[in-house]
């Protein structure tokens, strides 16, 4: 276990740091205060196009039969497993001759695609088919929206029902998060990009992170990439899990030679919640890291099984694991998932890779 000289440990405070940056940033830059955009990454789910399946529908020509209708279709071929789907849409707005379609059943099954007739879907006269128009097969959609443009894409197949999430929502308008919260964003990055900027004079990737307890604001680990040192796993993101760790009275690696890696000892941050002390095992539960660049593979795994609650990177990665090559994050097999965002001081985060690595 490394513990660092308390001279070495840093203590910082977000607020005091961050005010003399951004008043000083706002007579500079009175226009664009905020040259960045933060962005959040989304899952392959909330990605992904609609897909679709068929089901035979049928136009309604008796408006009064309709909620019989409804009612006796519904029993004899529920749409369980598709909850998203409205069963009746209006075709009002559209020149029909009929005012509502109703779906009757799926058509997934092997020989139901050719066309059948009501009599034939509803053998034995198990319903009532007045009021009922000959069936057609058509596409409705087979997953439940998650984002509005996926219930945009839906319902213009077929009405369904959308439950928005808020968060993603706002984020994507680009109006999650308040100014106060951007800046505070920029200050624990502009750490980051320190902490990378000390790395790469030590001969290290120039890769910096940092984690935060957004419920104080206050900084727990600041490190860097140390690859090139005795260890090859060391990435930033790596690093700056074992500096909390540190920070719990934990750690499994040795920052002597890395006066940058610094982190705040529990005493000092007696506010945390997934502290060794109250019985929590997870290293980082509910903290939040800052990366200049998007994590590969084994960090983003490694973020999983500390219990990040979200990620900020700067730039993406030719080996990123958070939207370039998987969404790790939001990995539907895994047992945590965390929220990602990317883009905050974008520019400044790609330039570091200019760094020429000494030695
Ligand atoms: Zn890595």
Redesign the pocket.
Known sequence: MATLPTSRVCVWDASTLMEPHCKRRKTEEPKDACPWQVVPVLSERELQSVTLMPVYAAPVLDKKQASRLVKEVSALYPLGDYPHLKRVRSCGSVNSSHPLEIILCLAGGKDKQSLQTALELFPDHQLDLSGLGEPFLTQVPVNPPLTRLQYEEAASHWPVTFHENKRISQALSGCLFTAAEKTSMQSHMELAIQAAQNGARQGMKPVGAVVVDPTTGRVLAVGHDCRNGVNPLL?A??VCIDLVACGQGGGAYDYQDYPSCTFLPLADSSNQTSSCADGLPYICTGYDMYLTRE??T??AMALVHSRIERVFYGAPSPHGALATNYHIHSCKDLNHHYVVYRGILEDQCRNLSQISVLK
């Open positions: 990435h993101a790596m994590p590969c084994m960090c």
